[in-house]
């Protein structure tokens, strides 16, 4: 449950945010039949921005694994990606994927 109200915040606060600009944010969410999940696909000018969001504070490369889909069968042209967490600061995790901490949001 506690991941459930994770996702809902962090989705809601990332509405929130293109609202008050007065935007309308393109969020998707992605899962098939092999169970390869992407918490929020963000679109945005041609690209799609993929974030995964989990509560804990130590994610690993495994947690960007579907993060693919998006080249191999959507055949779109991504973005950085994001896994949104609570660890401490801003970090790289991959040349194209970064931590990032909840409270930024």
């Known amino acids: ?8 915040y962090v989705v809601s606060e990332i509405v929130k945010s293109y609202y008050h600009r ?3 944010p393109n969020l998707y969410y992605y899962q098939d039949k092999e169970q ?10 041609g690209l799609l921005y993929p974030m995964v969001i989990k ?3 130590n994610p690993n490369k495994d947690d960007i694994r ?13 973005g950085c990606g994001a896994v949104l967490c ?6 790289p995790l991959t040349k ?6 909840i409270s930024y949001i």
């Open 66 to 78: 579907h993060f693919e889909v998006i080249d191999k069968v959507l055949k779109v042209p991504r």
């Open 1 to 8: 449950m506690k991941e459930a109200l994770v996702k809902s």
């Open 22 to 24: 007065g935007q309308t």
């Open 36 to 45: 390869r999940e992407i918490d929020v696909l963000l679109e945005e000018d």
């Open 86 to 91: 609570r660890a401490s600061s801003y970090l």
């Open 55 to 57: 509560s804990k504070s």
């Open 96 to 101: 194209q994927d970064y931590l990032v901490p």
